[in-house]
């Protein structure tokens, strides 16, 4: 049993001593700095410097990082439940400290459990240290630029963006060019760290070979680095916080020391652990939690400065309120269970399961914000009441590559019916 004071965003749960320590950190940030403050940059569409204040102050920009090198030692399990409960208070911080986060647990424990050889294991970590010190002693940020537009950050093809060898004034490392879109904390990260293609040239050829997805790189661009350029307008629908621009990368050289994985990692770290992607679903648990509190208050009254009026007593809206618990008990047990399987080369019937809980969340956030905003009614979608906000950031979570709702459908149909090599 849990025994915090509050019920966490997954529900009440078994935890540790670290998890009931970490996630009262987190709804106490939320509840009475983030909430307030997320009207702001909703409005505005800029980004929550100050939460990123807050979270660095509370030491959880280091989240994911073993306490041997002054962080939180949060584990996979435990980083998606402090997600879910940041996401009920702000889900486009939530949504933006999943990138950062992920940048430190793809790196630390994602890649401890992948095979490499002893070299490859040394440089990696010797590298890995350095990233992990930039957290703790300096509290920068890490962003997630993956996607190009094209059906690369669905899996489907190479990343465009290409790197290349080189060496500069005797340093040896990449250059980088090509576009990134959505690249959320634009502007607010220091580091970039893109999924790229090695440029790999023929010998007798001399020409660059095809792009190949198996040569994946993962490399951290300085923000400050010469030829990296943010561009483009902002103006989204929902989780307008994450400020997720275009950044154009012109002859960026970037030395050795910033890949974030060895090469040929990414690839194998995407075939092995599935489950680094369902990452982006805490945030979507979070906002769904919010949708139903928000509407339990409202039906009974208690939503601060406004009239007291309740709207609990029509049954209607007590089926409504039924329907979105019983939606949002399931979006919890799904994500428990999958939180806790996740591991390399999880059998077919998790990785199943996995799919599933992504869709289910991801859907099922809309769907309880859509409940919500019908049964607490036509004053409840004013902008000075977050559901609105809620209703418009819920929309975003299934359209995120590489797990849309459409391809989680898609992969769980084929993979059901058809084993490996299996062809019509
Ligand atoms: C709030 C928000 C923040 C984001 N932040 C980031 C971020 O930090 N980093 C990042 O990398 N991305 C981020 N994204 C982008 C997100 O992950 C997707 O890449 C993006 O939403 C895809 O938009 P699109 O119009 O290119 O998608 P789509 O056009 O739907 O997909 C792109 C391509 O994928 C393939 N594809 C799509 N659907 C299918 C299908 N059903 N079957 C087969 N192929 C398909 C197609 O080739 C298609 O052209 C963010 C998105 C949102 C909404």
């Known amino acids: 049993m849990s025994d915090l004071s509050f019920v966490p965003a997954i529900g009440v749960t078994p935890l540790t001593d670290r998890q009931r320590h970490l996630l009262s950190i987190a709804h106490e940030l939320g509840r009475t700095k983030f909430a307030p403050r997320a009207h702001q940059w909703d409005d505005t569409a800029t980004f929550p410097f100050v939460n990123y204040q807050d979270l660095r102050e509370a030491g959880l920009l280091a989240l994911c990082i073993p306490e041997s090198q002054g962080g939180q030692g949060a584990d996979y399990a435990t980083y998606c439940m402090v997600a879910a409960e940041l996401g009920r208070f702000c889900g486009a911080t939530a949504l933006t400290f999943n990138m950062h986060s992920c940048s430190t647990l793809w790196i630390g424990s994602l890649a401890e459990a992948l095979t490499m050889d002893g070299d490859q294991r040394a440089e990696h970590e010797r590298r890995r240290d350095r990233h992990f010190a930039r957290v703790v002693e300096r509290g920068q940020l890490y962003a997630q630029p993956f996607s190009e537009g ?48 090695e440029a790999i040239d023929d010998a007798s050829t001399h020409e660059t070979k095809p792009l190949d997805m ?64 369902f990452t982006l679903s805490p945030t979507y648990l979070g906002v769904a939690n919010a949708a139903y509190d928000f509407t339990v208050k409202y039906l009974r009254g208690e939503v601060e400065g406004e009239p007291p009026v309740k709207r609990r007593q029509y049954p209607t809206k007590q089926i409504a309120v039924a329907q979105m618990r019983i939606q949002l008990e399931a979006m919890r047990s799904m994500f428990w269970r999958t939180i806790l399987e996740a591991k390399p080369n999880p059998s077919k019937d998790e990785r199943l399961r996995l799919y599933a809980a992504h869709y289910t969340v991801m859907e099922g956030a809309n769907d309880i914000a859509r409940l919500a905003l019908r049964t607490c009614g036509g004053q409840s979608m004013l902008k000075h009441l977050p559901l609105e906000r809620l209703y418009r950031d819920s929309r975003c979570g299934s359209l995120m590559l590489p797990w849309t709702a459409e391809l989680c459908m898609d992969r769980i149909g084929r993979e059901a019916l058809y084993e490996p090599g299996e062809k019509d």
Not at 152 to 181: H, L, N, Q, Y
Not at 214 to 230: F, M, Q
Not at 266 to 277: E, S, V
Request: aromatic letters at 12%.
């Open 150 to 197: 094209s059906a690369a950050a669905a899996g489907r093809a190479p990343f465009g963006t290409t790197a290349r060898r080189e060496t500069r004034d005797g340093v040896s490392g990449w250059v980088i060019d090509g576009r990134k879109i959505w690249a959320s904390l634009s502007g607010a990260a220091d580091y970039y760290g893109i999924l790229c293609t």
């Open 214 to 277: 198996r040569d994946t790189l993962y490399i951290a661009v300085p923000a400050t680095s010469e030829g990296l350029t943010i561009e483009g307008t902002w103006d989204p629908m929902g989780m307008r916080g994450t400020v997720s621009r275009n950044i154009t990368f012109k002859d960026v050289f970037v030395p050795d020391e910033e890949q974030l994985l060895p090469r040929g990692l990414y690839y194998r770290a995407a075939q092995t652990w599935p489950h680094m992607f």
